[in-house]
């Protein structure tokens, strides 16, 4: 099997169509939930602790041209990024789960008897009155 064809069967796969979506659905989704930390969350816990801008929190070690500098507000603001997506992704699934368990817990209606059945039914019950 030539390699394009082999590619391409693999790409069209639907696993992987559905992976790609997913990705860029999270990507999309991951820049909301940055702009809900960045533009709404931040500024408001910076008010909450004396108008403090996290973006700016940095340690710088040594002088000169060879500082380092520790951007531990950027940090601050990526843990408070993943954190929330971690609560949407899990309540997500929370809700998934559920919605699958109560689908798997409602029992198959009973089939309905066949007419053999429906007539040694009705003998049974015959019997029984006699």
């Known amino acids: 099997m ?10 069209m796969k639907g696993n992987v169509m559905d992976m790609a979506v997913g990705v860029i659905i999270g990507g999309a989704f991951g820049k909301i939930v940055s702009s809900l ?32 500098v520790l951007k531990y507000g950027t940090f601050i603001q990526n843990v408070i990024d993943f954190l929330i997506i971690a609560l949407c992704i899990f309540l997500m699934i929370k809700a998934i789960n559920k919605i699958t368990k109560k689908k798997e817990e409602e029992p198959a209606p009973e089939p309905e008897p066949t007419n053999e ?13 006699k």
């Open 117 to 129: 059945e429906k007539l040694l039914g009705e003998i049974r019950d015959l019997l029984k009155n």
């Open 37 to 68: 930390v960045d533009d709404v969350l931040m500024p408001a816990i910076g008010m909450l602790t004396g108008n403090v801008d996290f973006t700016g929190l940095a340690l710088k070690i040594g002088d000169g041209e060879g500082a380092a």
């Open 2 to 11: 030539g390699f394009i064809k082999e590619f391409k069967e693999f790409a």
